[in-house]
């Protein structure tokens, strides 16, 4: 499989590229796109112009968005249990109790305070603007969705850097927001093992 980052709702190829293995035979599995820092930045300038649309979205519309991705997770749970699994050298029932269940209970106590939220006049709420979040190769599913999702909820967007080692969630989690129809500025997906892309998404002033 030919992975790539997903940036604008566009999949963005690169002339870098790494190869994954399969940790069962370690034969080639994925050959993945290594992007590079001018991607990063036309990811952020594309987060940047949504959120400004986002960051005033009612709750309501923010709480049919997490439906859509719950329904989406629901209907594909064990094709999407099935690729983390063999990317992460995980037992097949593991990865679904673990990962792909654990991010759909998530979602429903999510939707679920959000549905039954009352609006305190005291308390005022403001989003922060463009979140990057780096995740670990481990149950990488569930540790993404986990922050990507509260943080869309809460009226931000993401720049979500997937681990080198775990690349087949870029490709779950292009799918989610395809399926979801995800704004293009809404969610950006990141894979690369360049370190100058890494440094660029802990320092850089407008994330």
């Not at 940790?23 to 796109?33: A, N």
């Not at 308390?123 to 481990?138: E, L, R």
């Amino acid at each position: 499989m030919q992975i790539q980052s997903f940036i604008n709702g566009e999949p963005v190829s690169s002339k870098n590229t790494f190869i994954k293995k399969n940790p069962f035979t370690h034969d080639d599995l994925h050959q993945v796109s290594s992007a590079e820092p001018l991607n990063v930045v036309r990811a952020l300038q594309s987060a940047q112009k949504f959120y400004l649309e986002w960051k005033t979205s009612l709750l309501q519309t923010r709480i049919e968005l997490l439906q859509k991705v719950r329904q989406v997770l629901v209907k594909n749970k064990t094709t999407f249990a099935k690729l983390e699994a063999l990317d992460q050298g995980l037992q097949l029932q593991f990865v679904e109790t673990y990962n792909l269940d654990s991010v759909i209970l998530f979602l429903d106590q999510l939707i679920l305070e959000l549905t039954h939220y009352k609006l305190d006049k005291s308390i005022q709420h403001s989003s922060v603007g463009v979140i990057s979040i780096i995740g670990s190769w481990n149950l990488s599913l569930r540790v993404l969705c986990e922050r990507i999702f509260l943080a869309l909820a809460a009226g931000n967007t993401v720049l979500a850097k997937v681990s080198s080692g775990s690349p087949v969630t870029a490709f779950i989690l292009q799918a989610i927001a395809n399926e979801a129809a995800f704004n293009p500025g809404m969610l950006q997906i990141i894979l690369s093992d360049d370190i100058e892309v890494k440094k660029l998404l802990i320092s850089h002033p407008g994330i």
